[in-house]
């Protein structure tokens, strides 16, 4: 079964890393993804970039509305993703714990639905 794994993160707090710390993350993150890749439950995966960048979209009464930035303000942005194969939820779990964000930040692990 797929998982989608949403990494949430204070982009605050992300800005205040020096060049130092932010090199040490980004180890951290391909030690991590290259463990998923050799293990084979790694998908797909990316960051994101700031919701700075973002643009949100809705559509009401026929009209498409657009809006810089996020849906909604929050203490912790999402910030990337990991898809991954797993054979149930205790190993997306266990995956889930060992993304470098998990210790500051948070991971929403998701199923992903399958159509017939």
């Known amino acids: 079964m797929q998982y989608l794994l ?3 993160r204070s982009e605050a707090e992300f800005g205040k890393m020096d060049a130092a710390a932010r090199k040490a993350k980004t180890a951290e993150y ?3 993804t290259q463990s ?3 293990s084979g ?4 995966g990316d960051g994101l970039q700031p919701t700075t960048t973002a643009t949100t979209v809705r559509v009401r009464d026929g009209k ?3 809006t810089d930035g996020p849906f909604a303000e929050t203490r912790e ?3 990337g993703y990991y ?5 149930d939820l205790d190993t997306a779990l266990a ?3 060992r993304i470098p964000e998990a210790t500051i930040g948070s991971i929403e692990v998701r199923p992903v639905m399958v159509y017939d």
């Open 30 to 32: 391909g030690a991590f």
């Open 83 to 87: 898809l991954v194969e797993a054979k």
């Open 95 to 97: 995956i889930a714990a």
């Open 41 to 44: 439950h790694f998908k797909a």
């Open 6 to 8: 949403l990494i949430y």
């Open 64 to 66: 498409t509305l657009t």
């Open 77 to 79: 942005q999402l910030g």
């Open 36 to 38: 998923i890749i050799q």
